[in-house]
């Protein structure tokens, strides 16, 4: 596993502000499969592509872009990230949260990331979206082993309030704001690329999991350990496997996760609204 330093991080940071000028990010947005489309929406956008930022890994997974969207949206300075990296790629956990804290370290204060993801929960719907409560990880080793990096957050931190309360304060007025039915959960991250067994799932669900999926703890925890307030949103594409008596598919994935895009899009942006810089 790779070790990134300290200086690597501010090469990469560097390099950005170089692209930058006196632009300075508060708001990182991650956004996962068929949701990228944000981005485009950013006012007067700086893009800058994975491939031109020193030490940065690319994402390979289909209908992700690759790329840094700097700009203007709802107001507030952001970073959209169109498309993340995964570890199903064959990225450690450092390389896929590289971007955090190098986003970081050019100002940003609050992580907003989406993902895709299986509902577990059998009350929910697909096309429901779910705010993240809380995670379960136990898969993999964790983003922070390594030597710890004491300008981003201490060896062991305390990790009891991963998505920062007040973000989900505003998440559920804009949600209510908007009449979109707002589910609440705890997203389990696997490792992927198969998707879990029925077995897995059920596992999940015993363990207090709403949702299955593949990405966003890695990030989040990076985030939460570097002082980041973090607020996650999973789009449920599917149901997990084995709660229907169907086979999954990326395609289905994919559609759903574009059936969707519109809603998802304008809450994501009305949260951008209510939250402070
Ligand atoms: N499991 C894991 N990841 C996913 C799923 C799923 O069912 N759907 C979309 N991403």
């Known amino acids: 596993m790779e070790n990134y330093t300290y200086e690597q991080y501010r090469e990469s940071a560097e390099a950005l502000r170089a692209r930058l000028g006196s632009f300075a990010p508060k708001v990182l947005l991650i956004l996962g499969s068929g949701l990228g489309a944000l981005g485009d929406q950013v006012e ?6 994975y491939a031109e930022v020193p030490h940065m890994k690319r994402s390979t997974a289909p209908d992700h872009k690759g790329q840094f969207v700097f700009g203007r949206l709802s107001g507030k300075d ?5 498309g993340r990296l995964h570890t199903y790629e064959g990225w450690s ?12 370290l050019l100002g940003a204060e609050t992580l907003i990331v989406t993902n895709a993801a299986g509902a577990v929960n059998r009350e929910f ?9 809380d ?27 991963v998505y920062t309360p007040v973000l ?15 589910r609440e959960g705890v997203y389990m991250y696997f ?21 299955v999926g593949m990405s966003t703890v890695p990030e989040a925890i990076t985030a939460a350990h570097c002082g980041m307030r973090v607020l996650g ?27 969707a895009g519109p809603k998802f899009t304008a809450l994501v942006k009305a949260c951008l609204e209510q939250i402070d810089p």
């Open 44 to 49: 007067d956008p700086i893009v800058v592509p």
């Open 78 to 82: 952001v970073a959209v990230m169109q």
């Open 93 to 104: 956990f450092a390389d896929v949260s590289y971007p955090v804290r190098v986003l970081r």
């Open 125 to 133: 719907d697909v096309g429901d979206i779910m705010l993240i409560t």
């Open 135 to 161: 995670h379960i990880k136990l898969f993999g080793v964790s983003p922070l082993c390594g030597p710890n990096i004491d300008e981003f957050g201490p060896r062991f931190p305390d990790i009891s309030h």
């Open 168 to 182: 989900r304060e505003a998440a559920r007025k804009a949600a209510e704001n908007l009449d979109i039915r707002l």
């Open 191 to 211: 490792p992927g690329p198969q998707y879990e067994t029925p077995a897995e799932v059920r596992l999940a669900r015993t363990l207090g999991a709403d949702a």
């Open 233 to 259: 949103f999973t789009l449920c594409t599917n149901m997990a496997a084995g709660v229907l008596d169907q086979p999954l598919s990326g395609e289905e994935v994919i559609a759903a996760g574009q059936a």
